[in-house]
């Protein structure tokens, strides 16, 4: 395992032509491109904008604007899911380079996390201008107890957003671990990727992304049992919440440890599976 698992490095090149082979082929045909990466997120916040702002408005004082407070949360779930997703039949669609026999599997889960994510960090700046014009244009909402206007101020703090790629790594670690997991064992046990969309769905609403976890102290244990609820809680309070503190680092940091460990645990999960892919597939 630790032999395969150093040749990685060996493997970056190949990596990279085929992240961008899979970034190309998602839009190739398409008039807009790649510009498209930038569309669909922005598409979405407005979206979002426009139904919680006008048709479902949240009455929720604390994570005003709610669109902006969604989108902080649901920008890296889409990495998160949609990652796993692609990775647990990357290995049985891709059965004509599995069978070759210099070709290292595991890249092929690792591409699908690393493609995800290129999308991700493409959908940041459409995050970020609309903290610019929340920060200049604050938001305001109606206490429907007192009836009085309540003006939400969103503001960053630079000592809070350095946390911000320390965030990023803790989730490259922890989907990349769940990938390679996911991608050996649903070779063997093809019902997995249909288990997993049902339960990537009840994970969703078992995180605190379309609600905050401020407003449910009562779940708080249950919470914290959920590792991506770390994740999304940690985007929210770095990019959201105006508090003058990182108050989630802790999490972070231990979630970090646990990120490695599972990362090490998929990655062997894989090697010792690895002989039973050809055949398989």
């Given at each position: 395992m630790w032999r395969n698992l150093?040749?990685?490095?060996r493997y970056r090149g190949l990596i990279q032509s085929l992240v961008a082979r899979e970034l190309k082929a998602r839009y190739r045909g398409s008039a807009l491109g790649f510009f498209w990466s930038f569309v669909n997120?922005?598409?979405l916040l407005l979206i979002y904008s426009i139904v919680f702002d006008k048709f479902l408005q949240n009455r929720a004082l604390g994570v005003q604007p709610y669109a902006l407070f969604l989108f902080a949360g649901l920008l890296p779930w889409t990495w998160f899911s949609t990652a796993l997703n692609e990775s647990a039949g990357v290995l049985i669609s891709g059965g004509n380079l599995i069978k070759k026999v210099l070709f290292p599997a595991e890249v092929l889960p690792i591409v699908s996390v690393l493609t995800?994510?290129?999308h991700f960090f493409f959908g940041l700046p459409i995050l970020g201008v609309f903290l610019a014009y929340y920060i200049w244009s604050p938001a305001a909402s109606v206490d429907p107890a007192t009836g009085q206007v309540i003006v939400h101020q969103?503001?960053?703090?630079?000592?809070e957003l350095v946390w911000l790629p320390v965030?990023?790594?803790v989730q490259l670690m922890l989907t990349t671990g769940l990938a390679l997991l996911l991608s050996s064992i649903t070779v063997l046990f093809r019902d997995i990727r249909d288990i997993l969309a049902?339960?990537?769905t009840f994970w969703f609403f078992a995180t605190p992304i379309i609600y905050s976890w401020r407003d449910l102290p009562q779940l708080k244990r249950w919470f914290d049992f959920n590792p991506f609820t770390h994740l999304a809680v940690s985007y929210q309070e770095i990019l959201f919440f105006p508090d003058n503190a990182f108050g989630h680092r802790n999490w972070l940091l231990a979630l970090g440890a646990a990120s490695v460990v599972m990362f090490l645990v998929g990655y062997w999960?894989?090697?010792r599976l690895r002989d039973t892919f050809a055949e398989a597939v």
């Open positions: 150093g040749q990685l490095l997120p922005l598409l995800n994510m290129v969103v503001a960053l703090h630079w000592q965030v990023i790594l049902n339960l990537l999960v894989f090697d």
